[in-house]
């Protein structure tokens, strides 16, 4: 049963050219599945994939919530058993889907989790531009918060990506689309200094490692390295708000809509397939709507 998993990862990878992340995430659910079906007792565990029934699923479901899975998660892993499931019917190996009638597991919409404009300032204002390790954490803060880059995309940009005469960014979105991102002045001005004064400084002689933001051993700056840099001046600016690699991009977005942008122009610069994504940050900036509503009008 691994054989068909490993060869519709490699589907993935391959024709529909899916992120590492991705597939990653594919191999954790669906291993994680497999391991349930082969925990069964032997008159309940499936011999081969055509033998796995939906009553399967809903047990798999059911043990999932026993064991406190937020239905976000059970929702993810069950998606990713489904389109297994959809794989294999369209190579022939199965005949049928025993998740074709089978309802998704309903998720409640969060709003995102965003950050005031004062308390973005107070974060970018904290490294230390005297030394090199303050002018990377500069640098990387103001761009997160100057296109609202995934925390992967950022972790993965090269220094010929940043054009700082024409003031933009380049990046590989998921799927492998490439998108070209305004940045502004402050934070041009910033990223120039990193790579000019700061950046030489984390190289070692003769080193020829292309990525724009790197660590103390001179790599590239992983997603947990730059989440401990996060967390660490989050809690020197004393903010509140939880704060997660995810939400200067949040604010981000919501920013932009408060300020005027429209809703398309905020889609494409998050990268986001559908604009019913993007839309969720219209209720975040209904509710600011409403309070300065309720504030301002004398009848409120």
Known sequence: MQEQVQAFLEYLEVERMFSQNTIAAYRNDLGQFLSFLQSLGPAERPRGWGNVTRDHIIKY??????REYAASTIARK????????????EQGELRRDPTAELDS???????????????????????????????RDKALLELLYAT?????????????DVDTKAGTVRCLGKGSKERMLPVYDQALEVLERYLTKGRPDFLHPGDAEQALFLNRRGERLTRQGLWLIIKRYVEEAGIATTVTPHTLRHSFATHMLRGGAGLREVQQMLGHASISTT??????????????????????
């Open 279 to 300: 839309q969720v940050y219209t209720q975040v900036t209904r509710d600011h709507l409403r309070e300065a509503y309720d504030e301002a009008h004398p009848r409120a």
């Open 148 to 160: 609202g880059l995934r925390v992967s995309e950022l972790v993965a940009l090269d220094v010929g």
């Open 78 to 89: 069950i998606a990713a058993v489904k389109s297994f499931f959809g794989y294999m019917v």
């Open 61 to 66: 479901m059911l043990d999932m919530r026993e």
């Open 105 to 135: 597991p309903k998720v409640e919409k969060h709003l995102p989790n965003t950050m005031t404009r004062e308390e973005v300032e107070r974060l970018l204002n904290m490294p230390s531009t005297s030394t090199s390790t303050g002018l």
